[in-house]
């Protein structure tokens, strides 16, 4: 690869948004969200089962709400801060993302990402093997909770969206407190509306299972675009930012229309090494930075994979599961009896 000094410059061309660009992307992802609603709540009257047709593809259009969302807490969607600040506490309503708060822990995400001393804000609790061997037994089985897939899947959306996002964190700022409040009382007063307008069950069936299916969406894009087998995580005195960017974040390759529903999210690499640069440049400054085509790669297939890398091994810089645990200690059980001279 490139010396790791030049790749930022290889991105830096492509960091200013276009006004156009963002503003027709807000159309093209409000406009069709808005119609598979509409168009959900009517099937309601014939089936449920219709009306998963909309729901689901209109899941996918909230996830890349939320990329909007994302890239406007980064001050990257408009070139006026104000305006990121507007569009996306608007975001953030039909999200459920207050804007303040949700930025300053995606900032220290990116400033810690793959930084072993600096874990626990913005991130993804991951324990190396020797964390978790040492830990008492109610915290391995806190982490075995957490890390199981319908934990993190199922009930981490309803979690960190409806109850965690609700909630000021310790020592926020007024301006972030405020942000809080203003999108929480937008968000009950515009459910409010919707429930006594278009009546409230038909409201939860259908926002809710949008809510659902993309909120799981959602954690599985944060999830398995830092969590794949040969990832990046060092001590605080040998990490370094642009490694941690293009070793640490993979580029998931994704179907076109996935990709489209998704925000580019899946040239993650080039959005850690660059947050300034927009979601819609991502796929450009990826193909035209051939030192920025080498990194990790994972396929919708071989993205699966990641769901059994539950711990990281230090020693061997790689993800394990948790039998992987006995694996590794019967393998040195093993070279330590090879090694002992015979009597």
């Known amino acids: 690869m490139t010396n790791i000094k030049t790749l930022k410059k290889e991105v830096a061309p492509y960091e200013k948004s276009t006004t156009k660009e963002?503003?027709?992307?807000?159309?093209?992802?409000?406009?069709?969200?808005?119609?598979l609603w509409f168009l959900a709540y009517q099937s309601l009257s014939v089936s449920y089962w219709l009306a998963l047709v909309p729901i689901v593809i209109a899941a996918g259009f909230l996830t890349?709400?939320?990329?909007?969302?994302?890239?406007?807490?980064?001050?990257?969607?408009?070139?006026?801060?104000?305006?990121?600040r507007i569009v996306g506490t608007a975001m953030g309503v039909l999200t459920l993302f207050p804007f303040d708060q949700w930025g300053h822990e995606h900032a220290v995400h990116h400033a810690t990402s793959g930084n072993l001393d600096k874990r626990g804000t913005g991130d993804i609790w991951t324990l190396t093997i020797d964390e978790y061997l040492a830990a008492p037994l109610k915290i391995r089985l806190a982490y075995r909770f957490y890390r199981n897939p319908f934990v993190m899947f199922v009930l981490g959306p309803i979690y960190v969206f409806l109850l965690k996002n609700r909630f000021n964190r310790k020592n926020a700022r007024?301006?972030?407190?405020?942000?809080?409040?203003?999108?929480?009382?937008?968000i009950v007063a515009l459910i409010a509306l919707l429930c006594v307008t278009l009546g409230w069950q038909e409201f939860l069936l259908v926002q809710g299972s949008i809510f659902m299916v993309s909120g799981s969406i959602g954690i599985w894009l944060?999830?398995?675009?830092?969590?794949?087998?040969?990832s990046y995580f060092e001590e605080d005195k040998e990490w370094q930012y642009v490694l941690a960017a293009v070793e640490g974040s993979s580029f998931y390759k994704l179907p076109k229309f996935m990709q489209f529903l998704t925000g580019n999210i899946g040239y993650h690499h080039i959005h850690h090494l660059s947050p300034r640069v927009p979601n819609y440049k991502l796929e450009?400054?990826?193909k035209n930075s051939e030192p920025l085509q080498k990194v990790p790669t994972i396929s919708l297939l071989t993205s699966l994979k990641s769901l059994r890398f539950k711990l990281w091994d230090e020693e061997n810089k790689t993800f394990v599961s948790f039998r992987g645990i006995k694996s590794l200690d019967?393998?040195?059980?093993?070279?330590s009896t090879e090694a002992k001279p015979e009597l």
């Open 330 to 335: 019967k393998s040195k059980s093993r070279i």
């Open 64 to 84: 890349r709400i939320f990329i909007i969302f994302h890239d406007c807490t980064h001050f990257s969607f408009f070139k006026s801060r104000r305006v990121n």
């Open 22 to 35: 963002s503003v027709w992307q807000i159309i093209n992802t409000l406009g069709p969200f808005f119609l």
């Open 222 to 230: 944060f999830y398995v675009q830092h969590t794949f087998e040969d």
């Open 174 to 186: 007024k301006k972030e407190r405020n942000n809080t409040y203003l999108v929480n009382v937008i």
């Open 284 to 286: 450009e400054a990826h």
